[in-house]
């Protein structure tokens, strides 16, 4: 970059600085603040960035007003990513795509006209241009990356060129061409709407972040609910999934806090729900604990051998969780940010503790690890600032990741072991060892119990029955070294 302090030959604008953004391209900013103005101007293809702060206009991102381009045949990778000022951008007809970022978090944009040169818009183009009220999709137009219009909070229309061989526009809603791919809701849309017969998909982002859709009515006939699909709709009370639902992506509901009720209709072969909550068929995975429900209290099915990633998510009404033996995956965020929840029993047939699984629990005072865990992902209990005391029924420390506790002080937390082999092991492990102190577990057995409490026995066969020590802080050599009971009947 170099700064000159001179003026420019073309109307006199005072250049403040310049330099390359290309192989042919160059970059200039002319103004005074907070009002700047970049152009863009050469041959060929504009550079890509990591970041809007890795550009070479870095410093005076914020206050650009407006960018002209001219020449370039692309817009880089967050070119202008991140510039709040901005509110008029010229795309000229050399440009055929808009990559990736590229306008991410404008906030001051209210309008862009995209020229019929453009065929790519890349994913997340415009994501966040919360001025963004409406935008008009080109004939030239090929492909729209996912999420390219996501979080775009004031975005109300979405309007294609009735030419376009590829897309197509029905109420401001993007779709492909055949309306068989509902691609983009616009996020600024009031309301309730009824998704048309045509739709097989919900894409990826969808209606994300549409926090003015009250409800919303999914026809029999789609098939996929994409990724992220509902994400962030905060005013969507209730959703039905049809019967012909097959797949469901991930964090399809994420975050939205006023869902109270997942229902699913009974005749849906990959789907169920039981008392609002979301699940596979079988129901051996929880998929989604709608996060307004109120209930306080919440067990677990015992069917259930899996808590899905992101499932109890924001569910800042439970206070307690009942997880029931037969479980062994829970999994990534799967508990984030429950708020409320001061206990939780994990029982000694997980074997997996996902990332930032418990994250953001603030209230929860204890957990108990038991001794089948053999897996604690990174963040697992990050910010739970209300720990005092961590149970781990492990003889041998698991080796974990330094940020399993983030941001909690462990140094003030007490650290209880099964015995003083166990306790000298956990003394000098990494992470373990700076937890406030290492303790034995002092504390009796109340009972003992089998897994099965009735069972029919034929002549020659035989049962095995596994028996479970209560509580399960008790030491398990109560259990006098078995693992298991036959019982043989001749």
Known sequence: MSVLLGTTGVANAQVVANGSCGTSATWELTGTPPNYTLTISGTGYMANYSAGSSTPWNSYRTQMTSVSISGVTNIGLYAFAGCPSLASVTIPSSVTYISSYAFQSCSSLTSVTIPSSVTTIDVYAFTGCTSLASVTIPSSVTYIGSGAFRNCTGLTEINVDAVNANYASVDGVLFNKTKTTLIQYPTGKLGAYTIPSSVTTIGEFAFSTCTNLASVTIPDGVTTIGTSAFYGCTSLASVTIPSSATTIGSQAFYNCSGL????????????????????????????????????????????????????????????????????????TQAFWNCTSLASVSIPSSVTTIGSSAFDGCTSLASVTIPS??????????????????????????????????????????????????????????????????????????TGVTLDKSVTTLVVGGQETLTPSIAPLTAPTRMLRGAVATRVLLR
Do not use: H, M
């Open 260 to 331: 109270t009720e997942i229902s699913v209709e009974a005749a849906n072969a990959n789907y169920a729900s039981v008392d609002g909550v979301l699940f596979n068929k079988t129901k051996t995975t929880l998929i989604q604990y709608p996060a307004g429900k109120q209930d306080a209290a919440y067990t677990i099915p015992s069917s259930v051998t899996t808590i899905r990633e992101d499932a109890f998510y924001g569910c800042t009404s439970l206070a307690s969780i009942t997880i029931l033996s037969g479980v062994t995956t829970i999994g």
């Open 372 to 445: 089948s865990v053999t897996t604690i992902g990174s963040s697992a209990f990050a910010y739970c600032t209300g720990l005092t005391r961590v149970y781990n029924l492990k003889p041998a420390p698991q080796s974990i990741n330094s940020d399993v506790f983030y941001n909690v002080p462990i140094s003030n937390v007490s650290l209880y072991v099964i015995d003083n082999t166990a306790k000298a092991a956990y003394s000098s492990a990494p992470v373990w060892q700076g937890f406030k102190e290492v303790l034995v577990i002092v504390v009796s057995a």
